[in-house]
T-cell receptor, first 109, second 116 residues
């Protein structure tokens, strides 16, 4: 079967760092994606990892370990506008995206 | 901005009526997708298209049909709406060609459908 797990909800403080984990078991693997979704809006693309290691984009970084079926999204210097849901998705053997249920991130002042 | 629009943005309909949602793109992308999003679930693929008149089923296709007669338009039809189809529906396109090294998807603004 195909399964993607991520925590349902996390809380962090403005200015701090938070790590959102994602574990996956899929029938194929063609990369891992992270999306951000603000309440009432569409998901927006954040990052893509296909090789092991860390990809950094400003305040956001994404890490992948294919052998462990594991990824994380690291958000630094948290701002109130980072309050959103973060969706993990895996590209399967047909390049379709299999989605996790998302992690709701709450930022407190 | 991937140039994707959806219409209508909100709709309330009655059980048993047919409903058609429209997705329109302006950038000539080959792949288009219809998803539904419900609390506690990830995005679930309903149908997708890989070209004009070329479509295939996703994991939750029962009760839905699609059509793509032009590159820019992808229609989703609920043949006889049921309360279980109350959801937010997103259309997406897949990046392709050029210098793209990945195949991320870009989403339209969504349609909130309520079936009473």
């Amino acid at each position: 079967g195909q399964n993607i797990d991520q925590p349902t909800e996390m809380t962090a403080t403005e200015g701090a760092i938070v790590q959102i984990n994602c574990t996956y078991q899929t029938s194929g693997f063609n990369g891992l994606f992270w999306y951000q979704q603000h309440a009432g809006e569409a998901p927006t693309f954040l990052s893509y990892n296909v090789l092991d290691g860390l990809e950094e984009k400003g305040r956001f970084s994404s890490f992948l370990s294919r052998s462990k079926g594991y990824s994380y999204l690291l958000l630094k210097e948290l701002q109130m506008k980072d309050s959103a849901s973060y969706l993990c998705a895996v590209g399967d053997s047909n390049y379709q995206l299999i989605w996790g249920a998302g992690t709701k991130l709450i930022i407190k002042p | 901005d991937a140039g994707i629009t959806q219409s209508p943005r909100h709709k309330v309909t009655e059980t048993g009526t047919p409903v058609t949602l429209r997705c329109h793109q302006t950038e000539n992308h080959r792949y288009m997708y219809w998803y539904r999003q419900d609390p506690g679930h990830g995005l679930r693929l309903i149908h997708y298209s890989y070209g004009v008149k070329d479509t295939d089923k996703g994991e939750v296709s029962d009760g839905y049909s699609v059509s793509r007669s032009k590159t820019e338009d992808f229609l989703l039809t609920l043949e006889s709406a049921t309360s279980s189809q109350t959801s937010v529906y997103f259309c997406a396109i897949r990046s392709s060609g050029g210098a793209a090294i990945s195949y991320e998807q870009y989403f339209g603004p969504g349609t909130r459908l309520t079936v009473t």
